[in-house]
């Protein structure tokens, strides 16, 4: 079992920055894919970046050019640099962790980007 805990979301007026972080239970960055999502009410979960066991990192769409995906292997943390925040960015973002149809999910933490 892996637990993870999201924090460092809040409220952000727009062109601001924030940098959510996903604290794990355990080790698990040499095995498991790191996700980033981010759920708007009534709509799927979208991928916003991922960093492999690797350390490969991808940014989808939405995010490039704005925002950054990075670990601290030592503590067990994975990190969503988001900066030039708009309106749109607005959403409950979650971290996951994902190994060979394995998934893991963190509660969620509220972004809000509002003047």
């Known amino acids: 079992q892996v637990q993870l805990v999201e924090s460092g979301g809040g409220l952000v007026q727009p062109g601001g920055s924030l940098r959510p972080s996903c604290a794990a239970s355990?080790?698990?960055?040499?095995?498991?894919?790191m996700n980033w999502y981010r759920q708007t009410p009534g709509n799927p979960r979208e991928l916003l970046a991922f960093?492999?066991?690797?350390?490969?990192?991808i940014v989808a769409e939405a995010g490039k050019g704005r925002f950054t995906i990075s670990r601290d292997d030592a503590k067990n943390t994975v990190y969503l640099q988001m900066n030039s925040l708009k309106p749109e960015d607005t959403a409950v973002y979650y971290c996951?962790?994902?190994?060979?149809?394995?998934?893991?999910w963190g509660q969620g933490t509220q972004v809000t980007v509002s003047s």
């Open positions: 355990r080790s698990i960055f040499s095995i498991y894919i």
């Open positions: 996951n962790a994902e190994n060979l149809g394995e998934h893991y």
């Open positions: 960093i492999t066991p690797g350390g490969a990192r």
